[in-house]
């Protein structure tokens, strides 16, 4: 069969609001920050809202469908796509550009011993010491390595890599709020029958404890891909079409597979609606099973997919004593970041 996104043709973005409700009861928890816990806030009216799952969580939780972490590789439909495979030295799978927090700029990847694709990098990317990123040239580099890094973006912050200037943004971001939402206390005792009375702070005792979740009338996930963005790289036709159809993979098996985002929040998806543009109906998650493997087929001539592995040691190329430049901790930027 052949995916038709003709409707996608001269739209810059692609809206999706997918409606949610707890799979049982009616009661979930959302995701929570340091020091705040739950975002709650008010809407423009003033109705009660709640973020149940930041656009950094979603990133996270979308690349996961798309991992087989038995097999150590892509689902059996997204095979054959690039990807950056971390070992310790005995060849013992350690991480991936897929599941790390920063993807390509994981310190796995870049920090250790092991300059494989640091040295690719600088070798494909050298005439961008200076000037303008050239972004076009930026996409198809990393395509290369991680195709992931396209859709989910990429902060390069390494001073030896174009001064630390080599960032994409997201193509393809999402979020899950609640409106109308109330808090449901309540909580619990963690018991201990041999000494009640025992030292807490050594995990003996009966320990009382409190637990906040949330109800609400309505639950949404919303996504977003920006199509002018993947048009503005200047990629051959294939590789688009491919880029779209694996976003769309993306939020179908997300919404199939990945709405179990807690153990006190089990959510089930009860309806698909396209904001934008009108017209364009989602493909089916089996029709994308379907469809992707020959459009990766296609696409690899243009898009030189390639597995790289990369043997990390333990060791760092920073010098003793200091925080290697563009490490996780150095990285300003939010597109990666993990938050449970």
């Avoid at 963690?190 to 906040?212: A, H």
């Avoid at 919404?255 to 929040?265: D, F, H, I, M, V």
Wanted: charged share 25%; with cysteine; glycine share 8%.
């Amino acid at each position: 069969m052949s995916l038709n996104l003709s409707a996608l043709n001269n739209a810059p973005r692609l809206l999706l609001r997918a409606k949610l409700r707890p799979l049982q009861g009616t009661r979930f928890q959302p995701t929570g920050f340091p020091e705040i816990g739950a975002a709650q806030y008010e809407g423009p009216d003033g109705t009660p809202m709640l973020l149940v799952e930041s656009a950094q969580s979603m990133a996270n939780r979308m690349e996961a469908v798309c991992w087989d972490k038995v097999a150590d590789d892509w689902v059996r439909p997204l095979k054959g796509l690039s990807v950056i495979k971390v070992t310790d030295k005995d060849g013992k799978p350690l991480t991936n550009s897929v599941q790390e927090a920063h993807r390509i700029n994981s310190p796995y990847i870049l920090e250790g011993q092991d300059r494989t694709v640091f040295d690719i990098l600088k070798a494909g990317l050298a005439d961008m010491e200076e000037g303008l990123v050239d972004l076009r040239k930026l996409a198809r580099t990393l395509m290369a390595l991680d195709i992931n890094a396209l859709l989910h973006g990429v902060f390069l912050a390494k001073k030896e890599l174009a001064g630390g200037r080599l960032r994409l943004p997201r193509a393809l971001s999402a979020f899950i709020e609640a409106s109308n939402s109330k808090v449901a206390a309540s909580g619990g005792v963690k018991n201990n029958s041999v000494n009640p009375s025992g030292d807490t702070s050594k995990g003996f005792g009966n320990v009382p404890f409190s637990r906040d979740e949330f109800v609400s009338s309505e639950i949404f996930a919303y996504f977003n891909l920006d199509l002018a963005q993947l048009r503005g790289y200047g990629l051959p036709e294939s590789v688009y079409t491919l880029l779209v159809a694996l976003a769309l993979y993306k939020i179908r098996a997300f919404l199939e597979y990945g709405l179990r985002l807690r153990t006190a929040c089990d959510l089930e998806c009860d309806g698909i609606e396209i904001q934008r543009p009108t017209g364009f109906e989602l493909p089916a998650l089996a029709d994308l099973e379907q469809v992707l493997p020959g459009l990766i087929s296609v696409a690899k001539p243009d898009a030189r997919f390639e597995v790289t592995t990369v043997v990390y040691t333990g060791g760092s190329r920073a010098k003793k004593g200091k925080k290697a430049r563009g490490s996780a901790d150095d990285d300003s930027s939010d597109n990666e970041d993990k938050e449970d």
